[in-house]
């Protein structure tokens, strides 16, 4: 089990991003788990959301505001007396960051900053923070179309606004963790700093636009034609659960052993989870039980990789933390997410009940 529901008890937990998709699904399995959950972020980012589906605002201590406004977030964050922070607020869309690019890196660079920031202010204002983890993605590294997957050693880059504002946020950590959270120096400043980077990440509850599960949903719910730019292209596919049961293992560790899990960390799928778009787009077709017609779309002037894949064998070795599903069956557990939604079901316990499945709980 990737959870422990003893350690997490009673924990102060400072969630940012809390009414996006990967962090409403957070907030609940940290709240089923026993722990005392402040999120701060923007209102919900689609309508509907999964938020909002959940009733994430009535298990949580919810703050509306922004990453970039470094006041207001310092405040909620002392407030929260936190013992552990997971930042997570972005703007987390490829395509959005070259229509908004310096939207993109003020949010993601700049809110980086702040997050570390308040953190800094509050271990100066005798707040026990012990662990903070800042979110990023496996489209920091400098990709090289490699066929083999990326160690958290190699270079990071990034060639479009997001990707290259992700690697700027692990730039950001390692040098505040640095600066003013050195390992070395534990002892006097008692907070251990740690990124982790997530494949592609699918999952019931995801209405996000310019998506490809999203997309390929809405398609299949209004019987529509699927149409696709890449499909082709190869990601490490995974589901919602596996990073997030990754994020709460590497919490535990940096709060329990501190410094010795400062760092980088790599959440992804085996190798079979690296999928090409269009095998993505079969395999949920055919839990749907669809024969929607697909139709491949020319490519667009907007660069996207075509091949990335994580290398996750130091979680595998240090943490004990591995991929539980596999592809086909996270996507058979949207398929059943959706049909729930579609039929009116109580999404908070659909929800729970897949937390439960995967033995979150």
Request: proline letters at 4%; aromatic letters at 10%.
């Amino acid at each position: 089990m990737v959870s422990d529901q003893s350690f997490w008890k009673g924990k102060n937990v400072f969630v940012t991003g809390h009414t996006g998709f990967k962090g409403s699904w957070l907030c609940l399995w940290l709240h089923s788990l026993g722990a005392r959950v402040t999120g701060y972020a923007l209102q919900p980012p689609t309508d509907p959301s999964l938020f909002a589906c959940c009733g994430i605002g009535s298990l949580v201590h919810s703050v509306i505001g922004d990453v970039r406004v470094r006041e207001s977030l310092t405040q909620a964050l002392a407030e929260a007396q936190p013992d552990i922070v997971i930042h997570m607020a972005a703007q987390p869309l490829v395509r959005a960051s070259y229509v908004h690019p310096a939207e993109t890196y003020e949010v993601n660079v700049l809110g980086t900053v702040n997050v570390l920031e308040a953190v800094r202010a509050a271990v100066h204002q005798g707040i026990p923070v012990r662990a903070c983890i800042n979110v990023t993605s496996d489209k920091c590294y400098d990709n090289r179309e490699w066929i083999w997957g990326y160690r958290e050693q190699d270079r990071l880059g990034g060639y479009d606004p997001y990707s290259n504002s992700k690697a700027c946020s692990e730039l950001v950590t390692a040098a505040y963790r640095n600066s003013f959270f050195h390992p070395d120096r534990y002892g006097s400043h008692g907070v251990a700093v740690a990124s982790a980077r997530a494949g592609n990440v699918i999952g019931g509850g995801d209405f996000a636009e310019d998506r490809l599960v999203p997309d390929i949903v809405r398609a299949l719910l209004r019987r529509e034609t699927i149409r696709l730019r890449r499909p082709h292209s190869v990601r490490p596919w995974q589901h919602v659960l596996e990073p997030l049961g990754g994020y709460l293992l590497l919490a535990k560790k940096l709060y329990e052993h501190g410094a010795a899990y400062a760092g980088g960390w790599n959440f992804g799928p085996d190798d079979s989870g690296a999928e090409t778009v269009l095998a993505i787009t079969e395999s949920l077709c055919a839990a749907w039980g669809s024969d929607t017609p697909i139709i491949i779309e020319g490519e667009d002037d907007v660069h996207e990789a075509n091949m990335l894949k994580l290398d996750c064998s130091k979680a595998k070795a240090e943490l004990g933390w591995h991929p539980k599903w596999t592809v086909k069956q996270a996507i058979q557990h949207i398929a059943d997410w959706v049909r729930a939604y579609e039929a009116g079901c109580d999404i908070q316990q659909v929800c729970l009940r897949q937390i439960d499945l995967y033995g979150g709980i």
